[in-house]
């Protein structure tokens, strides 16, 4: 048996500039602090990473400080999506098996439409799926993460740290 953090594989979601001019300022630093933390503890234990940018064309690149912080990561990929899920249009699900990500950790903007719809098909093709709070968010809603609390399905917890912390002792 692994460590779920031998077979995660991390997701970043829509953390494009144009979508990011919809969040306050000081919501933004701390979703994009919390990312950063994620970001370097891939790093730190070869966790892949996938980046999904939406119709970057129109929407503009993942947020700098996000990209840098990728950089350091061996294994990621950068995939464009021109629908509200990751796995329409592209080779998510392929990179993922490539990755022998069982357990996705998704993260980003749009909680109630993008990275619902991602996790929503994730689930659908037998990938167990988990978020905390402070790295996704939901933009004009004030319970983004009610769609998120089936226990039998998703792993939810309320802070980065504790979604590590769950990598680290849990088993695949």
Known sequence: MAKISECTTVLLIDMQYNFLDYVYDDVKESLIYSQVKVINYCALKDIPLVILEYAPR????????????????QRKVL?????????????????????????????GIFTDQCVQKTAEDAVKRGFRVSISEDVTNGVGIKKPMRWFRFPAVYVYAKTYLEMIEIMENGIC
């Open 79 to 107: 995939l464009e999506k021109n629908t509200r899920s990751g796995f329409n249009d592209t080779n998510l699900e392929e990179v993922l098996h490539y990755f022998e990500g069982k357990n996705l950790y998704l993260m």
């Open 58 to 73: 129109l929407f503009g690149k993942t947020n700098r400080r996000l990209s840098e912080a990728a950089k350091s990561v």
